[in-house]
């Protein structure tokens, strides 16, 4: 019943823009800049992962649009253990708990297939939310495939880039996706997604829904600062800026979509 009450809400507004984001001003600045949908994650710079649910919980305070949840319990790659597996239904059940409006999760197996079994098992815990199989997908040995194992599970969409470094560069394979899909599933472009390419991307695929960031810097606040110290073990960034969802870069990608569609 889900499934058609939000394909009937994407019908209606003739295009959904889902911003991910990993804080709380984030969140706010992608609703007003008129995001329809946020994917709540921990760490961006990792690819997203869990957030906590005290996150999640001023999230839901200061935000009317729907918020799916990530469900990932670390970096790296989507080969889960049993005991990850566990940690993922827990988090399920604390985000369906604490407000979540959708969740998003992926799983592989060994040989770059849809951990079926694993995915089954998750999806049994999230009902009756929708669920969003996200980029995990671009790791997958033959997407199409994947995307046929997706539609028999009960994904309700899939995020991608086309398999590709960005969703751009992936451009001939979401196209394909999405003729293959026939409206059975929900295909969401995004990586790399920006105002420069928005309208190719759109033009080039015919999808209804698209996933971006849209971020800038924003320099800290610190007056006092050591730069003699950098807080990641092997990634180095500054510890004296950062990225938030940039209200203007999504009011400009929002209008942009509806003078397109």
Known sequence: MLLF???GEMADQGFLMEVCVDSVESAINAERGGAGRI???ASLLEGGITPTIGLLQIVKQYVQIPVFVM???R???????DREMEVMKADIRLAKVHGADGLVFGALTEDGRIDTELCMDLLAVSRPLPVTFHRAFDMVYDPLLAMETLIS???ERVLTSGCDSSALEGLPLIKRLVEQAKGRIIVMPGGGITERNLHRILEGT???EFHCSAR???ESLMKYRNHSVCMGATITTSEYSIKVADVAKVRTLNAMAKNFL
């Open 5 to 7: 009450s939000y394909r």
């Open 71 to 73: 469900i990932r319990p």
């Open 206 to 208: 015919g999808v209804q």
């Open 39 to 41: 994917e709540l994650c």
């Open 75 to 81: 970096g790296g790659d989507f080969l889960y253990s």
């Open 153 to 155: 599970l009960g994904f």
């Open 216 to 218: 800038s810097t924003k």
